[in-house]
């Protein structure tokens, strides 16, 4: 696992599909409703098929417990799912993006890739809401 980007990182949640850990910051006010959306730009993750195409993203919500994701080790997790061997379609990855935050936060998380698919005259929208306690279930 990698270590931690930035000094104020309070967690770290080891990935199960690559070196890059979801790093996590503290919630200073806690018992303010803080409602977080991540909005990424996604890289081409297959080099062959070169999907997802330009201007594809994925957004990450939640309502904020004791921590937010932690902005620059989400950025290489999200790009340790480039030509993964593995997790190699977007519904797979928007089902393991939503798993892996909602445990890292403990709070339930809504994942959405909208996705450019190149060569083709498609648009995919791929939504998945999840809880905590659904990665323990697996």
Same mark, same amino acid.
């Given at each position: 696992m990698?270590?931690?980007?930035?000094?104020?990182?309070?967690?770290?949640?080891? /990935?199960?599909?690559h070196d890059y850990p979801i790093d996590l910051i503290r919630n200073r006010f806690p018992t303010l409703k803080a409602e977080e959306t991540h909005e990424i730009d996604l890289p081409i993750l297959c080099h062959a098929s070169k999907n997802p195409g330009a201007g594809s993203t994925l957004s990450i919500r939640y309502c904020a417990g004791e921590t937010f994701l932690e902005l620059f080790a989400l950025e290489n997790y999200i790009k340790?799912?480039?030509?993964?061997?593995?997790?190699?379609?977007?519904?797979?990855?928007? &089902?393991?993006?939503?798993?892996?935050?909602?445990?890292?936060?403990?709070?339930?998380?809504?994942?959405?890739?909208?996705?450019?698919?190149?060569?083709?005259? &498609?648009? &995919?929208?791929?939504?998945?809401?999840? /809880?905590?306690?659904?990665?323990?279930?697996?």
């Amino acid at each position: 696992m990698k270590a931690p980007i930035i000094g104020t990182v309070v967690l770290q949640y080891p /990935s199960r599909y690559h070196d890059y850990p979801i790093d996590l910051i503290r919630n200073r006010f806690p018992t303010l409703k803080a409602e977080e959306t991540h909005e990424i730009d996604l890289p081409i993750l297959c080099h062959a098929s070169k999907n997802p195409g330009a201007g594809s993203t994925l957004s990450i919500r939640y309502c904020a417990g004791e921590t937010f994701l932690e902005l620059f080790a989400l950025e290489n997790y999200i790009k340790g799912f480039i030509n993964h061997m593995e997790v190699r379609d977007i519904e797979y990855l928007v &089902q393991v993006v939503a798993l892996e935050t909602a445990h890292a936060l403990k709070v339930p998380v809504e994942v959405t890739a909208t996705v450019n698919l190149a060569g083709l005259n &498609q648009r &995919q929208i791929v939504r998945v809401e999840t /809880s905590p306690e659904a990665l323990s279930a697996r």
